[in-house]
């Protein structure tokens, strides 16, 4: 049996599916929340097929999941004038809402969101591939993310609880909401990464515009009602259809006061534009990456080899802060390969429910086609696949393609592949990996493997002035979700972590008044009668 016969045999027939990794029934979504309001969708609608194809006796088709409302700008404009109604221009219910009581209204959020783990985690698989208990895991995550950020918010708000008086006067600064938020997430971690940015922006007081990604939307419809029922109307609102159809009118209108949107940094330059007022927009945001690892002769190849695997192909190498590159050292080189793809070769591959399944089928139905085109480029440049059945692809699945020696006339020296491809480059002078991340467009983060000491702080100091974070023996990565997590140059504005978005998504506010006798009564009298919710000494346990 060839490898392809073998592909072909892995995507399963309807009824070799565990029954318990089955949606209960397709999902046809007919509705929106804007406004604080189901509303009810009767037009065009996008069917959504999963990166799982089933056998028929037609031959291979997607699976097909269900659908969900392809809304127009009227909608868009529509949901947009609520959230810029349930603002106020910051006179709202909710951004006035007392902390205490918006981290409550985020309890019950969270609460309601918990009982639909289940449907939730099954919806992730099935829509972006990903394996059933990475999934898992990102759903676990995201609850503790949120439950973080109100432990975050309660210190913050804590550190904000007492006046401070300095040369004369007196002051007490707290931080304030900015407006209307645009939130946009991405596919890959559609869940979690969507909500690093929604949670807090949300929490901080803002009301939001929330347009799921493409692919990853379905999972959302089992939240809205708890949207609707936890928090004042029209504070979150949906949007869906065409990105280019109905961003734009959103975008122009002046009214979006943050852009968060976690994509490719073309699309951020071109949204940013169309803003009237781009003084008043503040974006916050998660763009490209082009990780590259170095691995020097001083190396442990065996910890080396073990890393590299999980950063280049965790998610089947689609996450940004994925390794897309490898620079070895020569002397070293054959021996890192070698090993390197023995370990490719060891990873499972299979459908998304399976025990210890690695590599699974791609979501994005273009992907298999340019990934092959980023391989032919590479080969007629000179490189060779270095691993057995390297690149081969059936229907939605591509098997991870090592290639070696890469070099700057391909196509993968640059570009952000966002799949299972690894290009490898050999350097016998180490200022040739260093340049090729100050040249880079991308400064997100970098992995260094070495043993000796010395060589690690002469390459720490000049990369921390390229990236955000250098991993040292380690594969790049987010968390953990305590850490400041941005990038550099076109990788990144603004910085996330826990207590970060929580000041990206606001303002430091003051109130003062001078020292005196009068001033001092005055204070006294509106935080003992609790009259001002921003004005207070009110102290959260």
Not at 19 to 24: K, V
Request: glycine letters at 6%; one cysteine or more; proline letters at 6%.
């Amino acid at each position: 049996m060839t490898f392809e016969e073998q592909l072909h045999q892995m995507f399963p027939t309807a009824d070799a599916i565990p029954a318990n990794f089955l949606l209960p029934e397709e999902i046809h979504q007919r509705e929106y929340l804007s406004g604080g309001e189901m509303r009810p969708w009767n037009g065009d609608v996008h069917t959504v097929l999963s990166p799982v194809a089933v056998q028929t006796p037609e031959g291979l088709k997607r699976k097909v999941i269900g659908s969900y409302p392809l809304c127009g700008q009227t909608e868009a404009l529509a949901a947009l004038d609520a959230a810029v109604l349930a603002y106020n221009d910051g006179r709202g219910e909710w951004p006035t809402m007392p902390v205490s009581e918006r981290i409550a209204c985020m309890d019950k959020f969270t609460g309601k969101m918990i009982a639909k783990k289940d449907e939730i985690v099954k919806l992730i698989m099935w829509e972006i591939g990903k394996s059933y208990a990475d999934s898992v895991k990102e759903f676990d995550r995201t609850i503790e993310y949120i439950n973080a950020t109100i432990d975050a918010l309660k210190d913050l708000d804590r550190n904000s609880s007492r006046f401070e008086i300095e040369q004369g006067i007196i002051g007490q600064i707290r931080r304030s909401p900015l407006g209307v938020v645009l939130c946009m997430g991405p596919f890959n971690y559609p869940l979690n990464e969507t909500f690093t940015t929604l949670i807090p922006a949300l929490i901080m007081g803002n009301t939001l515009l929330f347009k799921p990604p493409k692919h990853g939307t379905l999972l959302h419809y089992p939240l809205l009602e708890a949207f609707a029922s936890c928090f004042p109307k029209g504070v979150v609102n949906t949007i869906y259809g065409r990105g280019n159809v109905i961003i734009a009118p959103l975008m122009e209108s002046g009214k979006i006061n943050v852009l968060t949107l976690i994509g490719s940094s073309k699309v951020a330059n071109q949204l940013k534009k169309m803003h009237p007022k781009v003084n008043r927009l503040r974006a916050i945001l998660g763009l490209d990456a082009k990780n590259a690892a170095i691995i020097t002769e001083k190396a442990d190849l065996d910890l080396a080899v073990k890393e590299c695997v999980l950063g280049s192909l965790s998610f089947n190498g689609q996450r940004c802060t994925a390794i897309k590159i490898i620079y070895v050292h020569k002397k070293v080189a054959d021996a890192f390969i070698e090993k390197f793809s023995a370990a490719v070769g060891k990873l499972k591959i299979g459908m998304p429910w399976e025990k210890d399944v690695f590599l699974t089928p791609l979501p994005e139905p273009q992907k298999p086609a340019y990934l092959q085109e980023c391989i032919a480029d590479a080969l007629a440049n000179g490189a060779k696949v270095m691993n057995e059945n390297g690149g081969t692809t059936f229907e939605s699945f591509v098997y991870p393609a090592v290639l070696y020696p890469v070099n700057d006339k391909m196509k993968l020296y640059r570009e952000e592949q966002f799949g299972p491809v690894i290009p490898i480059l050999p350097f016998d002078d180490i200022e040739t990996p260093i340049d090729y991340l100050i040249q880079s467009d991308h400064g997100q983060q970098v992995s260094l493997f070495s043993n000796d000491a010395d060589e690690l702080a002469s390459l720490i100091d000049p990369l921390v002035n390229q990236v955000s974070r250098v991993n040292i023996n380690c594969q790049c990565q987010r968390g953990p979700d305590i850490f400041p997590f941005t990038g550099r140059k076109d990788s990144a504005e603004g910085t996330l972590s826990v207590p970060d978005a929580l000041r990206a998504f606001s303002i430091r506010t003051m109130v003062a008044t001078k020292q005196t006798e009068e001033n001092k009564n005055l204070l006294n009298e509106i935080v003992s009668e609790q009259s001002s919710n921003f004005l207070s000494t009110k102290y959260i346990f």
